[in-house]
């Protein structure tokens, strides 16, 4: 698999399990957070944009752009809502629907209603009435699965929450702990999504019947145990579905030589649950102005373009153009499972209670 999307998946994967410590990098500028001339925008260590891209925006803002990363994604949100009253930068990028009401509610965000925010579909912007935070990328989790292991065992390969639990699908599905994994605790909320607060809990019973392996994280999950990503080959793994995300299969293709037909693994499409990212201007941010004119920029069609060879994140804005590679080999998936964020926030941790119970005992 392409290093970059290791990284970008690895890091976005993973949930908070400590808070480490800030670590700088970017353009230089002026060591205060959102200090004179510089904005500083507090991510996750997936975060990446190509250096010809932040350049651009460096040259017609006037504003130095400083990159401050604290970790995975549930590292920074938290790390974001400890230093509230006194915040590392201007601008954070990188909460996600399952956490938005918690950074909400702790007030971390000051509103601001973003340009170019009438080019993202109205069904992204979950902050809608406050433009507290902006939607900037969304993402799918899904089962991926191993064509080739399809192929030579003449099955088809499941494509919904239904099918995996279905006899022919008995041990061949590996999947992340969603008490620790965030792709775990999404393929949960899509579950949740698809059966109700109560039928869930029925259908992960079943689930266990039939087999599923529950590891620790998506980097055991798909670069171990899953027999179709290259990692997984060279790993002799065994499982042909694994819960990881849409954009895998294009990634596995990535600067192969040359360009196949299509890609080893497939996506089911009727078992993704849709994640939205957000940014969103800090309070008590120092430079607002400069908070204001990076927001701006994550919206714009320069940065949207961007985003999806450097994090493997599909654009906001409606009206960014994909590159060929997503085109070629990613999943379409027009009906992804949702869940209000109101309600995770209100019964994320029950929810994780009562899976471990039902799974792990």
């Known amino acids: 698999m392409n290093t970059n999307l290791r990284r970008a998946l690895g890091a976005a994967a993973a949930v908070a399990v400590g808070l480490p410590a800030l670590a700088a990098c ?90 170019g925010l009438d080019r993202v579909p109205k069904a992204l912007q979950a902050d809608a009435a406050q433009h507290r935070v902006t939607p900037i990328d969304t993402g799918d989790i899904c089962v991926n699965y191993d064509r080739a292991y399809f192929a030579d065992h003449k099955l088809a390969p499941p494509q919904s929450f239904d099918d995996l639990i279905k006899p022919e699908y008995k041990n061949l599905l590996v999947t992340e702990n969603s008490a620790t994994s965030s792709p775990g605790l999404a393929f949960q909320l899509g579950s949740i999504a698809k059966y109700g607060d109560y039928g869930w809990q029925d259908y992960w019973k079943k689930l266990k019947a039939n087999g599923v392996e529950v590891v620790d994280g998506w980097e055991q999950a798909y670069n171990q145990r899953f027999s179709g990503s290259a990692a997984g080959r060279k790993a002799k793994g065994d499982k042909p579905l694994v819960v990881s ?17 299509e890609a080893p693994t497939g996506v089911a499409t009727g078992t993704c649950f ?37 994090m493997f994140v599909n654009p906001a804005a409606q009206d960014a153009a994909l590159p060929g590679l997503f ?34 005992k």
């Open 26 to 115: 970017g353009s230089g500028g002026s060591g205060a957070a959102g200090g004179g001339k510089t904005v500083t925008l507090v991510s996750h260590d997936s975060f990446n944009v190509s250096d010809g891209v932040l350049k651009e925006f460096e040259k017609q803002s006037g504003y130095t752009v400083k990159v401050l990363k604290s970790g995975d994604a549930g590292a920074a949100v938290n790390q974001a809502i400890l230093s509230a009253k006194h915040p590392q930068g201007d601008v954070f990028f990188g909460v996600d629907n399952t956490l938005l009401s918690r950074a909400l509610d702790k007030g971390l965000f000051t509103p601001y209603e973003a340009k």
């Open 327 to 360: 085109t070629k080999y990613g999943a379409k998936v027009t009906d992804p499972a949702t869940l209000a964020p109101e309600k995770i926030a209100k019964n994320r941790d029950q929810w994780i209670k009562a899976w471990s119970s039902i799974v792990l």
């Open 245 to 261: 995300y849409a954009s895998s299969p294009p990634a596995e293709v990535m600067d192969v030589k040359p360009e196949p037909k």
């Open 274 to 310: 849709r994640q939205i990212e957000f940014a969103g201007l800090l309070s008590g941010a120092k430079n607002t102005e400069g908070g204001k004119a990076l927001i701006d920029f994550l919206l714009s069609k320069k940065f949207q373009e961007d985003m999806p060879l450097t």
